[in-house]
C-alpha cells in the first residue's frame, strides 16, 4: 500500500497570501496518477487537480499542481475566503489512497 | 443536474449487516467507474472499494477485503455495497463516488449515507 503523507497538518494564513501543500508518496506513484480534493465541513469533497497538475473542470487557475515520483506540491497563488478548507491529496495509480489532510485556516 | 444520491445507512449492532445503495441521476454511470469512499466523524478520507464499468476491476481496502462486496445495475443506473461483519471502527459516513475511468480521480462525489455500528 502506498502511504501518502502531507505536511504541514495545518496552514495558517491571510486572504492573498499564497499556500503551499505538501504530499509525499512512501513509494512512487505510477504514472503521476496523484489527485488534490478539497473539502469544506459539511460538504463532500471537490476535485480540484487530476494527473498531479491538471486542473479540473471549473477550478480557478490559482489553484495550481505540480511534482513527480514521491513528491507533489499543491500551491493556491492567492488565497481567496472561500479556499479556507481541508485538503486531501489521492494516489490512484497502486490500488488507491488518501493522505490524511492539511487545514488550511484563516490566521 | 448530475448527482449521486445514497441510501441505507442507520444504526446496526456489531457483527451484523447492512446494504448501502447509491442512485445516479442526471446522467448514466454504466460508462464509468465507480467506488466507495468513507470519512470517520472528524477524521479524513479512506477509500474503500471500486468497481470499473464492466465488472472487469474490483477491488477492495485491506481493512474491508473479505468483508464488503461491490456491485452494480447498470440498468438501475445504481451502485451498491454490501457490507457484512460490521464492526465499530467501520462507523463513517460513505460517500458514492464516480470516476470518468479506472485509472482516475474522483469527479462526482454523493453527499453520503451515515453508518454508525454500535451495541
Known amino acids: 500500500e502506498i502511504v501518502l503523507t502531507q505536511s504541514p497538518g495545518t496552514l495558517s494564513l491571510s486572504p492573498g497570501e499564497r499556500a503551499t501543500l505538501s504530499c509525499r508518496a512512501s513509494?512512487?506513484?505510477?504514472?503521476?496518477?496523484l489527485a488534490w480534493y478539497q473539502q469544506k465541513p459539511g460538504q463532500a469533497p471537490r476535485l480540484l487537480i487530476y494527473g498531479a497538475s491538471s486542473r479540473a473542470t471549473g477550478i480557478p487557475d490559482r489553484f495550481s499542481g505540480s511534482g513527480s515520483g514521491t513528491d507533489f506540491t499543491l500551491t493556491i497563488s492567492r488565497l481567496e475566503p472561500e479556499d479556507f478548507a481541508v485538503y486531501y491529496c489521492?494516489?490512484?495509480?497502486?490500488?488507491?489512497?488518501f493522505g490524511q489532510g492539511t487545514k488550511v485556516e484563516i490566521k | 443536474e448530475v448527482q449521486l444520491v445514497e441510501s441505507g445507512g442507520g444504526l446496526v449492532q456489531p457483527g451484523r449487516s447492512l446494504r448501502l445503495s447509491c442512485e445516479a441521476s442526471g446522467f448514466s454511470l454504466a460508462a464509468y467507474a465507480m467506488h466507495w469512499v468513507r470519512q470517520a466523524p472528524g477524521k479524513g478520507l479512506e477509500w474503500v472499494s471500486g468497481i470499473s464499468w464492466n465488472n472487469g476491476d474490483i477491488d477492495y481496502a485491506d481493512s474491508v477485503k473479505g468483508r464488503f462486496t461491490i456491485s452494480r445495475d447498470n440498468a438501475k443506473n445504481s451502485l451498491y455495497l454490501q457490507m457484512e461483519s460490521l464492526r465499530t471502527e467501520d462507523t463513517a459516513l460513505y460517500h458514492c463516488?464516480?470516476?470518468?475511468?479506472?485509472?482516475?480521480?474522483?469527479?462526482?462525489w454523493g453527499q453520503g449515507t451515515m453508518v454508525t455500528v454500535s451495541s
Open positions: 463516488v464516480k470516476a470518468p475511468r479506472w485509472r482516475d480521480a474522483f469527479d462526482i
Open positions: 489521492q494516489q490512484y495509480g497502486n490500488s488507491r489512497t
Open positions: 513509494q512512487s506513484v505510477r504514472s503521476n496518477y
